[in-house]
């Protein structure tokens, strides 16, 4: 009986699942339990035991599709409880995911990686806790497959002001022109690369008009990292010599090699509930975290986080599309939804100024340390103001927002009329190249100059 058992239980295994991982767990789970079930005849409490086991193997399968028996996790485990389907917006994402799987070697290698670094996850997490609920009621909108939801965790691993070498910016990674081309502003005040909401849409349209090019959700995703050109000319080029036109049998760069499964890995675990309460993944409500509130008049940001019941820090993670720390009037401000009451309440009685910022533009070119020292402004609060690095090199015409008046600064109302939109050019740093010291070689007479000189 017990032999028939474990032959039954790799059967419906094999059965269920063609992962490595999965198949190899029963040799692991027959020597772990033999020595039990030598002394004890295999009854329905051992199954029950061996089941709530599998269901804790970091596996991404759960237990009750490896035995046929009805299991009821609460009545085992009572902590293991779940939220239902309308409080947990891990399971409204699972619900909408609808992109063909797929299984190879990287996918299993990430996978692994994310399951053995539990922590990594629970920081993507809490950084996508107050994003996520906009993003996925986008996507659905569109009647977008919900993995789309998980893509910031590759691009940017949910940080807005990810930025990379090649200049992509926010959580969908949109380099400079691919944002201008899905009118994304970038000026002196903000860059809706990493607007929360604007970034979204932008990067929905781009994926929808990728996938409507291709016809293939994988394709469209290698397009989304590598380019719609340089995978269409991939497929070209394998149709014309009769290969599998499929993103697996694709030629592609490395890191586009690498970035489907990336995703599919993710996918796998927050697909598995089970799974993800192992990690100690916390759950997500199905709710809206954040609000909006459209602002009449220019404020400081330090104003507008202490009239929302906030930190300036705070205030400037929900809303980093803002490049300076003056928040113009015509603009959307994000704010946590039992905050939006208390910020208009507290505006409506403020009769303080809600800004005492002032704009000057350089005459020559200036360090921020030199303008600094030579205004007696202090070097980190002209930095943090003006959104730079304390290094920064500015040329000249460049705006500075500053917070007393100095010969040649003007209101803002007064600079806007005057210049319109400031401008900022940074200086880049030129490396020094370092002199070599070469040792002069003793000049050698070749043979036909001994023989000239003989002449």
């Known amino acids: 009986m017990r032999t028939s058992f474990w032959g039954q239980l ?4 094999e059965q269920r699942t063609e992962n490595p991982r999965v198949r190899g767990s029963i040799p692991r789970l027959a020597t772990l339990f033999s020595p039990i079930l030598q002394r004890r005849p295999m009854k329905k409490t051992w199954r029950i035991i061996l089941a ?38 891990w399971a409204r994402i699972r619900k909408g995911f609808a992109m063909p799987d797929i299984e190879d070697a990287l996918t299993l290698r990430y996978q692994r990686f994310y399951e053995s670094n539990p922590a990594y996850l629970k920081r993507i997490v809490r950084r996508a806790k107050p994003f996520l609920y906009p993003i996925v009621e986008e996507i659905e909108k569109r009647n977008l497959p919900t993995e789309l939801a998980l893509l910031p965790m ?4 949910f940080n807005p ?3 990379s070498r090649a200049k992509a910016s926010g959580l969908w990674q949109f380099i400079p022109a691919t944002g201008k081309r899905f009118r994304l502003e970038q000026n002196y005040w903000v860059d809706e690369r990493r607007d929360i909401l604007a970034s979204t849409e932008a990067a929905l349209s781009y994926l929808q008009s990728i996938y409507d090019l291709h016809g293939d959700w ?7 990292n590598w380019g719609e050109g340089a995978v269409g000319r991939a497929v070209t080029k394998n149709a014309i010599q009769d290969l599998p036109t499929d993103y697996l049998n694709l030629n ?18 927050f697909g598995d509930p089970f799974l993800l309460k192992s990690l100690g993944v916390e759950d997500i409500l199905n709710r809206p975290y954040l609000g909006s509130v459209q602002l009449k008049d220019s404020m400081d940001r330090q104003t507008a986080a202490s009239l929302a019941g906030l930190t300036e820090a705070e205030l400037a993670q929900l809303n980093p599309a803002h490049n ?24 409506e009685n403020f009769d303080a100024p809600l800004h005492n910022l002032k704009i000057y ?39 500075l927002l500053i917070t007393k008046n100095i010969a040649g600064a003007k209101d803002l109302e007064a600079f806007l009329s005057e210049h319109g939109t400031p401008e900022l050019w940074i200086q880049k740093a030129v490396a020094k190249k370092r002199k070599k010291n070469l040792k002069k070689r003793p000049v050698t007479q070749t043979a036909a100059r001994k023989s000239n000189s003989k002449t």
Do not use: W
Request: hydrophobic share 45%; aromatic share 8%.
């Open 324 to 347: 300076r720390a003056l928040l113009m009037a015509d603009t959307e401000l994000l704010l946590p939804e039992d905050k939006i009451e208390l910020f208009e309440d507290n505006l």
């Open 218 to 224: 994988h394709l469209a995703l290698a397009s989304y």
């Open 154 to 157: 590759v691009e940017s691993a």
């Open 10 to 13: 790799a059967q419906l295994v």
């Open 52 to 89: 709530c086991c599998c269901a804790f193997l970091p596996l991404g399968v759960g237990a009750t599709n490896l035995f046929p028996v009805e299991i009821k996790a609460q009545s085992v485990f009572p902590h293991l409880d779940f939220p239902q389907n309308e409080q947990s917006l």
């Open 252 to 269: 592609v760069p490395n890191e586009t090699r690498h970035y489907v499964p990336k995703l599919q890995a993710l996918k796998n675990i």
């Open 361 to 399: 533009r350089l005459k020559q070119n200036l360090s921020l340390a030199q303008f600094a020292k030579q205004n007696g402004f202090s070097l980190k609060e002209l930095a943090l103001i003006n959104g730079l690095p304390e290094k920064t090199v500015l040329k000249t015409g460049s705006a």
């Open 161 to 163: 002001n990810a930025y």
